[in-house]
């Protein structure tokens, strides 16, 4: 009567641990390499999609309407 719960459980977390790895491999807004890449933030392109899903948004369409820094 427990398996369903220890299986459960175990899914939750393995899941939960693979959204944090995403987010700690893909996410502009963390940076491992400190010398070659201190920003990468700045290098992310308008039409770059780093979110898991997005509900009608087409980001090939969106145009850079930001300066270069």
């Given at each position: 009567?427990?398996?369903?719960?220890?299986v459960i459980i175990g899914s939750g977390g393995i899941g939960a641990s693979m959204y944090l790895m995403r987010l700690a491999m893909f996410n502009p807004d963390v940076s491992w390499d400190k010398k070659n890449n201190?920003?990468?933030?700045?290098?992310?392109?308008?039409?770059?999609q780093y979110k898991l899903f997005s509900i009608n948004m087409d980001y090939s369409r969106l145009k850079k309407d930001r300066p270069d820094f």
């Open positions: 009567q427990l398996i369903p719960l220890f201190p920003e990468p933030w700045n290098k992310m392109a308008p039409n770059d």
